[in-house]
């Protein structure tokens, strides 16, 4: 059975000032869902956006899911905050929180989607005693804080034991890889995590979409996930993914 896809640009290089159309115009142009990258300069060396921004995107008539991202630390109050914003998604760190238990907790209480996201030197010791707590495992294939690195090879193997923890696990948890997936690795990245979702990081692959909406956004990155039933058809994207 061929692969499903939805595409998820991040808001990240976005002309802020025309936020609210150019999401518009976007999701229109065949996009699912909005994707949120925050960081805050401490858990990460970089600044970017808070709850307001996904407040605002509500506010203005955004009804599309809202993956949320936090590269922040703490994460417990922020995870509220994004939840009462309007997010759909959260996933966090395990460093960035004293009780990933009761983290991930606080995240399904709000009513959002749960996730763990895991950096290229972190262990997946934690996730063992959370599954039951999870809907979402993140794993980065960069560091996390700054676009356009090159992906990290050893995250394959990280994949493989990530997939075959889920599978054993009989839960129905997202696998996602974030950073450095393009044409030239996808089918491997794929074929490592069988039906993981896979997240591209740079801009250019935009290009995959038959869009020229999309195509004149190419500051932004996108999110391509495999796994789970996309709300349109994409076999140009599948093509091109090499599935």
Request: include cysteine.
């Amino acid at each position: 059975m061929a692969s499903k896809y939805t595409i998820a640009p991040s808001i990240l290089s976005a002309d802020f000032a025309r936020l609210g159309e150019e999401v518009e115009n976007v999701l229109a142009a065949g996009a699912d869902t909005v994707h949120f990258d925050v960081m805050d300069n401490h858990y990460v060396p970089n600044l970017t956006i808070g709850p307001m921004v996904c407040s605002a995107l509500r506010k203005y008539g955004i009804e599309a899911p809202i993956d949320v991202h936090l590269m922040v630390s703490p994460v417990d109050k922020i995870i509220g905050e994004f939840a009462d914003a309007g997010a759909s998604f959260i996933t966090f760190h395990p460093e960035a929180t004293e009780h990933v238990d009761r983290s991930l907790q606080l995240v399904r209480a709000a009513g959002c989607k749960s996730g763990l996201v895991f950096n290229p030197a972190t262990s997946l010791d934690v996730l063992k005693y959370v599954m039951d707590k999870v809907d979402i495992v993140l794993l980065m294939s960069v560091n996390p804080g700054f676009g356009g690195q090159k992906f990290i090879p050893g995250t394959l193997d990280k994949l493989r034991e990530a997939r075959k923890m889920i599978d054993e696990s009989g839960f129905d948890i997202s696998l996602e890889i974030d950073g450095g997936v393009g044409p030239a690795n996808i089918k491997e990245v794929a074929e490592a995590g069988g039906r993981a979702r896979l997240r591209y990081g740079a801009a250019r692959y935009l290009a995959l979409l038959p869009s020229s909406l999309l195509l004149s956004w190419l500051s932004y990155n996108t999110v391509a996930y495999i796994g789970r039933p996309a709300q349109r058809a994409r076999p140009d994207v599948a093509r091109a993914g090499g599935m």
